[in-house]
């Protein structure tokens, strides 16, 4: 069982930054591969990126590549991502999520992910 629970929400400016942090539970931290999503009022909850438990590989939605960076510390048990030059179109609650896998390919869809966090609330003002 993984709990997750993010933190770094808040209203920002359009190009501004922000730091999302995504603390997990247990011992196993580093097998499981790690992905943020988001949903936006009235849209369905949309991949954003996922990172290997490794951290060596990252893969992200065409939307915000170039923009945001997903990082772990799997000392800290901890995933991060870090979103500059926000817009408004960015506005969302972003969850971050968790699951194990074999496969070396990371998954984009929701489904595949095992646990999920509470989200926490983006808002990018123009």
């Known amino acids: 069982q993984v709990q997750l629970v993010e933190s770094g929400g808040g209203l920002v400016q359009a190009g501004g930054s922000l730091r999302l942090s995504c603390a997990a539970s247990?011992?196993?931290?580093?097998?499981?591969?790690m992905g943020w999503f988001r949903q936006a009022p009235g849209k369905e909850r949309e991949f954003v990126g996922a990172i290997s438990g490794s951290g060596g590989s990252t893969d992200y939605a065409d939307s915000v590549k170039g923009r945001f960076t997903i990082s772990r510390d799997n000392a800290k048990n901890t995933v991060y991502l870090q979103m500059n030059n926000l817009k408004p179109e960015d506005t969302a609650v972003y969850y971050c999520?968790?699951?194990?896998?074999?496969?070396?390919?990371?998954?984009?869809?929701?489904?595949?992910?095992?646990?999920w966090g509470q989200g926490t609330q983006v808002t990018v003002s123009s």
């Open positions: 247990g011992r196993t931290f580093s097998s499981y591969k």
């Open positions: 999520a968790a699951y194990w896998s074999w496969s070396a390919v990371l998954a984009r869809t929701a489904p595949t992910y095992d646990y």
